[in-house]
């Protein structure tokens, strides 16, 4: 059923709305009805007419190239072994492909359906798409997927909009290629209407590069809170410039959201159904697997001036190939490990075959440098998926897969604008999990198909990393000044060091400071391998709090990307001398305070001819860093012994006074009234005395 408000009906005649049609649950879809209503008073209803709503129709040919069907699941526990394809427009008008083998079976045929259709879009019926398996020698056929595929907005070039397929003023009106990925909404008759996922077009913002690295969040929580990026400051200098070189293109999204000439779609085949009503509905509807192929829409009377069907035996008669993918880095994946970091491997799937690399293990990072081509033999078309997936290692338990993509190689293959490329370019592609809606990070990879000649002949790009040197970054945190308070007169500071992968580091505490200044003398120190690709140093002032969660109060993002550049090109140490940093809060306008710091980048060998320990700690060498000269009233208020003797700095002389009263009132007195009489008798002289 479906409801329509009479309150919102017109006493004219309207086009006609596609209307959704439900048991219970107004939610649950379970199909649609094309109707249009009029309002009209009773007593005029005899002098309206009623309006002819037949439409125009015209003899048209819907053309299905039929690849194949791809990823079938099983069936009531049987594989699907040999499924066809059987179409319809609106129910009435048939056909249907052979039977391929396995559930990643190739049709490789065109077949046709003749009908006459309406010249309106609004009418035109729909293309059923319904998958069965032949099986025990044909007694028995079990439909095993079927998809809802709209006429209208093929006609229309609605899907094929969608892809981008359509230029500014090309011709729409008859034929487009159909809703590949991402897919078209898609629906089983009898059953809720379902959208497939959809990964949008929009390009992939490039969290990272080979050269300038990606702002990482670094935020390690302080008791439980966290402080939001701020701006970044360059320090120490701009990166050295490079001489130019030629370098592969670089995308940085998906590739085939930019290839606009992908000759197939995939539409998604679902199978269940859905029962009762209300609350008491239940639905077993759920993706079965894919059929791939292309579906034109002609005018019969213009057929003449369109492209001849395609002859897919010839174009896609199964070939052996060779896929190389060239993995150079996975790049800000989610961390797995209690730590807040991971340890990634990667594993490869194509068909039935696997690569897992998991020996070349990468411990304890979120940026893992990768560096492989993994080589793998297929037959296209047929296993046309590339499943590139990340893995976490795990000693003592199961490891756990990060996230994955996957690459269409038939897309790829059969598109000759990706074959005009001379140079596959690096694609940035986003890990997804099939339990998170969210990024699970980036992978940095191309990807090249060849035949086995081509491949024999061609020896694989040798993508090997840089040379790692090691250097020690060493950070001395001198002073604060003009420290915001938060909710008091006194603020007590303290400051923190963050560098990715890296312990955090943190000073002692300056207690109660009244005007914002803090002083500290605080070494810092990590080492560093570069080349680096978060060259980032984050460094943070916090209030302490006895009883409660501490407070970040502001900090400074700083790109040592110039410094890094500089050590590793000239192969020495680098020296940022003392100076002001202004902080920042990303909810508070304005400075939020400054913070005096050195930086320096020592070589491996001379960080072990000056050595330097961390904090004021021995070696306190190379500077050495004295205590600070903090006021006496910066101490920990749980310090009763510092409590006491700053009192008693604080109020010495109110005692001094005090006794000294004491001793005026207890011997001067008596003297003087002594004095004032002239002779003491004997019992005033024993109480004197």
């Given at each position: 059923?479906?409801t329509?408000?009479?309150?919102?009906?017109?006493?004219?005649?309207?086009?006609?709305?596609?209307?959704?049609?439900?048991?219970?649950?107004?939610?649950?879809?379970?199909?649609?009805?094309?109707?249009?209503?009029?309002?009209?008073?009773?007593?005029?209803?005899?002098?309206?007419p009623i309006p002819?709503?037949?439409?125009?129709?015209?003899?048209?040919?819907?053309?299905?190239?039929?690849?194949?069907?791809?990823?079938?699941?099983?069936?009531?526990?049987?594989?699907?072994?040999n499924?066809?394809?059987?179409?319809?427009?609106?129910g009435?008008?048939?056909?249907?492909?052979?039977?391929?083998?396995?559930?990643?079976?190739?049709?490789?045929?065109?077949?046709?359906?003749?009908?006459?259709?309406p010249?309106?879009?609004?009418?035109?019926?729909?293309?059923?798409?319904?998958?069965?398996?032949?099986r025990?020698?044909?007694?028995?056929?079990?439909?095993?997927?079927?998809?809802?595929?709209?006429?209208?907005?093929?006609?229309?070039?609605?899907?094929?909009?969608?892809?981008g397929?359509?230029?500014?003023?090309?011709?729409?009106?008859?034929?487009?290629?159909?809703?590949?990925?991402?897919r078209?909404p898609?629906?089983?008759?009898?059953?809720?209407?379902?959208?497939?996922?959809?990964?949008?077009?929009?390009?992939?913002?490039?969290?990272?590069?080979?050269?300038a690295?990606?702002?990482?969040?670094?935020?390690?929580s302080?008791?439980?809170?966290?402080?939001p990026?701020?701006?970044?400051?360059?320090?120490?200098?701009?990166?050295?410039?490079?001489?130019?070189?030629?370098?592969?293109p670089?995308?940085?999204?998906?590739?085939?959201?930019?290839?606009?000439d992908?000759?197939?779609?995939?539409?998604?085949?679902?199978?269940?159904?859905?029962?009762?009503?209300?609350?008491?509905?239940?639905?077993?509807?759920?993706?079965a697997?894919?059929?791939?192929g292309?579906?034109?829409?002609?005018?019969q009377?213009?057929?003449?001036?369109?492209?001849?069907?395609?002859?897919?035996?010839a174009i896609?008669?199964p070939?052996p190939?060779?896929?190389?993918?060239?993995?150079?880095r996975?790049?800000?994946?989610?961390?797995?490990?209690?730590?807040?970091?991971s340890?990634?491997?990667?594993?490869?799937?194509c068909?039935?075959?696997?690569?897992?690399?998991?020996?070349?293990?990468k411990?304890?990072?979120?940026?893992?440098a990768?560096?492989?081509?993994?080589?793998?033999?297929?037959?296209?078309?047929?296993?046309?998926?590339?499943?590139?997936?990340?893995?976490?290692?795990?000693?003592?338990?199961?490891?756990?897969?990060?996230?994955?993509?996957i690459?269409?190689?038939?897309?790829?293959?059969?598109?000759?604008?990706?074959?005009?490329?001379?140079?596959?370019?690096?694609?940035f592609?986003?890990?997804r999990?099939k339990?998170?809606?969210?990024?699970?990070?980036?992978?940095?990879?191309?990807?090249?198909?060849?035949?086995?000649?081509?491949?024999?002949?061609?020896?694989?790009?040798?993508?090997?990393?840089?040379?790692?040197?090691?250097?020690?970054?060493?950070?001395?945190?001198?002073?604060?000044?003009?420290?915001?308070?938060?909710?008091?007169?006194k603020?007590?500071?303290?400051?923190?060091g963050?560098?990715?992968?890296q312990?955090?580091?943190?000073t002692?505490?300056?207690?109660?400071?009244?005007?914002?200044?803090?002083?500290?003398?605080?070494?810092?120190?990590?080492?560093?391998?570069?080349?680096?690709?978060?060259?980032r140093l984050?460094?943070?002032?916090?209030?302490?709090?006895?009883?409660?969660?501490?407070?970040?109060?502001?900090?400074?993002?700083?790109?040592?990307k110039?410094?890094?550049?500089?050590a590793?090109?000239?192969?020495?140490s680098?020296?940022?001398?003392?100076?002001?940093?202004?902080?920042?809060?990303?909810?508070?306008?304005?400075?939020?305070?400054?913070?005096?710091?050195?930086?320096e980048?020592?070589?491996?060998e001379?960080a072990?001819?000056?050595?330097?320990?961390?904090?004021?700690?021995?070696?306190?060498?190379?500077?050495?860093?004295?205590?600070?000269?903090?006021?006496?009233t910066?101490?920990?208020?749980?310090?009763?012994?510092?409590?006491?003797?700053?009192?008693?700095?604080?109020?010495?002389?109110?005692?001094?006074?005090?006794?000294?009263?004491?001793?005026?009132?207890?011997v001067?007195?008596?003297?003087?009234?002594y004095?004032?009489?002239?002779?003491?008798?004997?019992?005033?002289?024993i109480?004197?005395?």
């Amino acid at each position: 059923r479906f409801t329509v408000p009479c309150n919102r009906l017109l006493d004219q005649y309207v086009d006609p709305t596609w209307y959704p049609l439900h048991m219970r649950d107004p939610a649950v879809t379970d199909g649609e009805v094309l109707a249009s209503f009029q309002l009209i008073p009773a007593e005029q209803a005899k002098n309206v007419p009623i309006p002819d709503i037949r439409p125009e129709l015209k003899n048209y040919v819907v053309e299905i190239s039929a690849v194949g069907v791809r990823k079938m699941l099983p069936y009531k526990w049987l594989k699907v072994s040999n499924p066809w394809t059987h179409f319809d427009v609106g129910g009435v008008e048939e056909a249907k492909t052979h039977a391929a083998r396995g559930p990643n079976g190739n049709f490789l045929e065109v077949v046709e359906v003749a009908a006459k259709m309406p010249t309106n879009p609004l009418y035109l019926p729909s293309l059923n798409i319904k998958v069965h398996d032949r099986r025990f020698g044909g007694a028995s056929n079990p439909m095993v997927g079927t998809c809802t595929v709209d006429i209208g907005d093929i006609i229309t070039g609605k899907d094929a909009a969608m892809r981008g397929q359509i230029q500014e003023g090309a011709t729409t009106s008859i034929t487009a290629a159909g809703p590949s990925t991402p897919r078209s909404p898609v629906s089983v008759p009898g059953t809720p209407h379902i959208e497939a996922a959809r990964r949008s077009s929009d390009k992939t913002p490039l969290l990272f590069d080979q050269d300038a690295g990606a702002h990482v969040s670094l935020h390690v929580s302080e008791m439980g809170r966290t402080l939001p990026d701020v701006s970044e400051t360059v320090i120490g200098g701009e990166e050295p410039e490079e001489e130019p070189k030629a370098e592969r293109p670089t995308v940085n999204h998906e590739l085939e959201n930019d290839l606009r000439d992908r000759p197939f779609s995939m539409y998604d085949l679902f199978r269940g159904r859905v029962r009762g009503g209300g609350r008491k509905t239940t639905s077993t509807t759920r993706l079965a697997g894919h059929f791939k192929g292309r579906v034109r829409v002609m005018d019969q009377s213009q057929r003449a001036k369109f492209a001849p069907p395609m002859n897919l035996k010839a174009i896609l008669q199964p070939t052996p190939w060779v896929i190389r993918a060239y993995v150079l880095r996975a790049q800000n994946i989610v961390p797995s490990d209690v730590g807040g970091s991971s340890d990634p491997y990667m594993i490869i799937k194509c068909g039935d075959k696997t690569i897992n690399d998991r020996q070349n293990v990468k411990k304890k990072t979120l940026n893992p440098a990768i560096f492989q081509c993994y080589e793998m033999e297929t037959v296209l078309p047929g296993d046309n998926e590339l499943v590139l997936q990340v893995w976490d290692w795990d000693r003592a338990s199961k490891d756990d897969m990060i996230g994955e993509t996957i690459i269409d190689l038939e897309d790829r293959l059969f598109s000759d604008e990706w074959k005009s490329m001379k140079r596959k370019p690096i694609e940035f592609r986003t890990l997804r999990s099939k339990t998170s809606h969210a990024s699970q990070g980036l992978l940095e990879m191309w990807l090249e198909i060849m035949t086995p000649e081509e491949a024999a002949r061609t020896p694989q790009e040798n993508i090997s990393p840089p040379a790692e040197e090691n250097f020690e970054l060493r950070v001395i945190v001198w002073n604060t000044k003009e420290v915001p308070f938060k909710d008091k007169k006194k603020v007590d500071v303290f400051c923190r060091g963050l560098l990715e992968n890296q312990e955090t580091q943190k000073t002692d505490v300056h207690w109660n400071s009244e005007d914002g200044q803090g002083f500290f003398n605080w070494r810092m120190k990590w080492p560093v391998i570069l080349p680096t690709q978060v060259p980032r140093l984050k460094l943070q002032v916090w209030d302490q709090d006895l009883l409660e969660s501490n407070d970040v109060i502001a900090e400074a993002n700083l790109s040592l990307k110039g410094v890094f550049k500089r050590a590793y090109k000239q192969k020495k140490s680098q020296t940022i001398p003392k100076g002001w940093l202004s902080m920042s809060h990303p909810n508070v306008p304005g400075p939020q305070g400054q913070i005096e710091v050195s930086i320096e980048l020592l070589t491996e060998e001379e960080a072990r001819l000056k050595p330097a320990g961390l904090g004021r700690g021995e070696p306190n060498s190379n500077p050495h860093l004295p205590p600070p000269p903090r006021p006496e009233t910066s101490f920990n208020p749980f310090r009763i012994d510092k409590l006491l003797m700053l009192k008693w700095k604080q109020n010495r002389w109110k005692v001094y006074l005090c006794l000294f009263i004491v001793i005026l009132i207890v011997v001067v007195v008596p003297i003087a009234n002594y004095l004032q009489g002239g002779m003491l008798h004997c019992e005033d002289m024993i109480w004197f005395l």
